[in-house]
């Protein structure tokens, strides 16, 4: 229920973040090409069993169309120094390319082998949707922007009715939550960090958290989620927290950059 998420960390950093993350017991390391670490996340997987670690990645929005599927999920396998994923994501829905084409891709590359899941990133019910009713093969997972500020409901409702794993992107609204003042006076009662009471809440909701931290002291706090009990009043607290904010998936997007880029 708990992975170690390495967006905007590099180098011998990101190298450190998913050792630690590793030793301490976490099973799970989610990456992107888009993130530009996967070569140093290959040199860090080296030193594990590959069957022991459950492995993602994404494929960028400009890469949707079928041929460039195929060749950035090849580019990510060597960089990564593996044959295969365990999940593989469409990391951002693109409206210029046909997900049937993208999806298409995604079944050629679960039929190959290289991919044993296939899963989506950002989107919407209605997107799932349209990309659930055109898939070859199950979609097995959709990563969401999801903490006490951004909880996609209706996001979140449609994943649970259609078989669909849920999994937090910047699960700790990339630290912004943490001046929330009911995290902080929940997480003062149980003498936890703030981090720990946002994880718990979301894991006990359900949902697969990837929390990302350059300092493997927190790395391996962060999976201290499971020897202590929360409160269903005090998860209800931070369920009802009425504030709505996206830190990232803010629904406003510039299409000529890196992350979305839409050719012309």
Not at 27 to 34: F, L, R
Not at 142 to 151: F, K, M
Not at 220 to 228: E, P
Request: glycine share 6%; aromatic share 8%; charged share 25%.
């Amino acid at each position: 229920m708990a992975g170690v998420g390495t967006w905007d960390i590099a180098g011998d950093t990101v190298k450190s973040s998913v050792r630690a993350g590793l030793d301490a017991g976490y099973g799970h390391v989610d990456t992107a090409e888009g993130y530009k670490n996967e070569d140093e996340i290959g040199e860090a997987l080296a030193d594990y069993d590959r069957e022991d670690v459950f492995l993602t990645s994404k494929v960028l929005p400009k890469h949707l169309d079928y041929e460039s599927v195929i060749e950035s999920c090849e580019a990510s396998l060597s960089r990564l120094g593996t044959d295969y994923l365990d999940l593989y994501l469409v990391h951002w829905p693109n409206p210029a390319v046909s997900i049937r084409e993208t999806m298409d891709a995604m079944a050629t590359l679960h039929d190959q082998g290289k991919v044993r899941n296939v899963g989506v990133s950002n989107f919407s019910a209605s997107q799932l949707g349209a990309a659930q009713h055109v898939a070859d093969v199950p979609i097995a997972v959709n990563q969401i922007e999801y903490h006490p500020w951004n909880t996609q409901d209706q996001v979140v409702e449609f994943c649970r009715d259609t078989d669909t794993v849920v999994e937090a992107a910047a699960p700790l609204a990339r630290t912004e939550v943490f001046a929330d003042e009911t995290v902080q006076e929940i997480a003062e009662s149980y003498d936890r960090s703030p981090a720990q009471v946002v994880l718990k809440w979301a894991v006990e909701n359900g949902v697969v958290v990837l929390p990302k931290s350059s300092s493997p002291e927190h790395v391996r706090q962060n999976l201290d989620l499971f020897d202590w009990d929360m409160d269903d009043a005090d998860r209800e607290r931070i369920d009802a927290i009425d504030r709505e904010k996206a830190v990232y998936d803010t629904g406003v997007y510039d299409w000529s950059q890196d992350t979305y880029g839409i050719s012309q």
